[in-house]
């Protein structure tokens, strides 16, 4: 089955304690995307990858770092948590780019205390 | 800076009648792509339909379908014969290009009473 797969699905953690949200799409996709959703805010793209090697910052890039080594992982890397971060975070994939259609993971639920 | 507005947070309506979702946004651009997508409680974001601004006709999908005004920068979206498994959170979306990033607005939560 086609899809992006999230992990994991709900975290806990504390604040300042490393933490690694993985995606892994197998769609052969060469577009990837961190985003957050919070209440009021709707969707906002956190990075983006085009390809291999490739990412670049999106609009709220602060406070996260990621990786795009092989072409279907795109891990989201939180160094140093803050409280800030509690959000709910997507990982999207596209094949032919962002004017086309983007699948979604099922999501991170993240709260850091 | 490309921006999309959606004034409407929540609506609810009865199961079978017709509704209609409202979204605006903002470019200088001539050439772009408009998106609806739908996440349900499951929070899956699933693409419901998607409009090339070049492309004068409407975009349709079975019950979904859309009112696309340009010189407005008017992307409505109509869904007919409501059932109880439209009840989602709806984001209107934009793009310039394949390799910029997608703006979403900041949804419409849609309740389908019975």
């Known amino acids: 089955e086609a899809q992006v797969t999230q992990n994991p699905r709900y975290l806990i953690t504390v604040t300042g304690k490393k933490l690694t949200v993985t995606c892994s799409q197998n769609m052969n996709h060469e577009y990837m995307s961190w985003y957050r959703q919070d209440p009021g805010l709707g969707l906002r793209q956190i990075y983006y990858?085009?390809?291999?090697?490739?990412?670049d910052k999106g609009d709220v890039p602060e406070g996260y770092k990621v990786s795009r080594k092989e072409k279907r992982n795109f891990p989201l890397i939180l160094e140093s948590p803050s409280p800030n971060q509690t959000s709910l975070y997507f990982c999207?994939?596209?094949?032919?780019?962002?004017?086309?259609?983007?699948?979604f993971g099922q999501g991170t639920r993240l709260t850091v205390v | 800076a490309q921006t999309v507005t959606q004034s409407q947070p929540e609506m609810s309506v009865q199961e079978a009648e017709t509704v209609t979702l409202s979204c605006t946004y903002d470019?200088?651009?001539?050439?772009?792509?408009l998106f609806w997508y739908k996440q349900p409680p499951s929070r899956q974001m699933i693409l419901v339909i998607r409009q090339e601004a070049y492309k004068q006709q409407n975009a349709t999908e079975n019950r979904f379908s859309v009112n696309f005004q340009k010189a407005a920068k008017s992307f409505s979206l109509k869904i007919s014969d409501s059932q109880l498994g439209d009840t989602a959170m709806y984001f209107c979306?934009?793009?310039?290009?394949?390799?910029?990033?997608?703006?979403f607005g900041k949804g419409t939560r849609l309740h389908i009473l019975p």
């Open positions: 999207a994939s596209s094949l032919r780019g962002w004017n086309t259609e983007a699948f």
């Open positions: 990858s085009m390809n291999v090697e490739v990412t």
């Open positions: 979306a934009f793009s310039r290009r394949r390799d910029d990033k997608i703006i």
């Open positions: 470019t200088s651009e001539n050439n772009y792509y």
